[in-house]
T-cell receptor
């Protein structure tokens, strides 16, 4: 089954450092998205990358997509304490409208 | 930014009782979704809804679950006879044409 899997499961860094999270999936996709979730809250859409794109930027976020390896990475540069949250990747295939989420990476940015 | 709202924020119910979770999605969005997130675990797709009918559903979405859009604005998820393992956060999401999902704040369902 198509499934996003993030690694690492948890990441702890100092403020100002960069954070890199990875996501792998199993089947062909239409697009891959990254979401942030603060504890006990809803998910917030961060960035979407389509299967024909290799890299996208949005502010301090950089997302790459390697469809040959079925993987994506999310880089947060110059991290801040406010970036502390769980980050999820979600994929949508070409055949349906449902999204499959990975288990998430819990990021802690220490001041 | 568009906003999806959900009510109630927290619902406590006894096992076997029916619950209805409500969502007010963004009016000009096309697809609506329900997801479940058991505490500390991944977000799981339950069902998608398009043009007033179910588009897709997961294995989790069995006969105990149903969705409706009774009045063209509210979007409800009903669990007919709750079980302990239904305790989770339930999120509603709306999608326009660009595939970006706008999530509501969620309803925490506690089944005792």
């Amino acid at each position: 089954s198509q499934q996003g899997e993030e690694d690492p499961q948890a990441l702890s860094i100092q403020e100002g450092e960069n954070a890199t999270m990875n996501c792998s999936y199993k089947t062909s996709i239409n697009n891959l998205q990254w979401y942030r979730q603060n504890s006990g809250r809803g998910l917030v859409h961060l960035i979407l990358i389509r299967s024909n794109e290799r890299e996208k930027h949005s502010g301090r976020l950089r997302v790459t997509l390697d469809t040959s390896k079925k993987s994506s990475s999310l880089l947060i540069t110059a991290s801040r304490a406010a970036d502390t949250a769980s980050y999820f990747c979600a994929t949508r295939n070409n055949y349906g409208q449902n999204f499959v989420f990975g288990p998430g990476t819990r990021l802690s940015v220490l001041p | 930014e568009p906003e999806v709202t959900q009510t109630p924020s927290h619902q406590v119910t006894q096992m076997g009782q029916e619950v209805i979770l409500r969502c007010v999605p963004i009016s000009n969005h096309l697809y609506f979704y329900w997801y479940r997130q058991i505490l500390g675990q991944k977000v799981e797709f339950l069902v998608s809804f398009y043009n007033n009918e179910i588009s897709e559903k997961s294995e989790i979405f069995d006969d105990q679950f149903s969705v409706e859009r009774p009045d063209g604005s509210n979007f409800t998820l009903k669990i007919r006879s709750t079980k302990l393992e239904d305790s989770a956060m339930y999120f509603c999401a709306a999608v326009a044409g660009a595939d970006e999902q706008y999530f509501g704040p969620g309803t925490r369902l506690t089944v005792t």
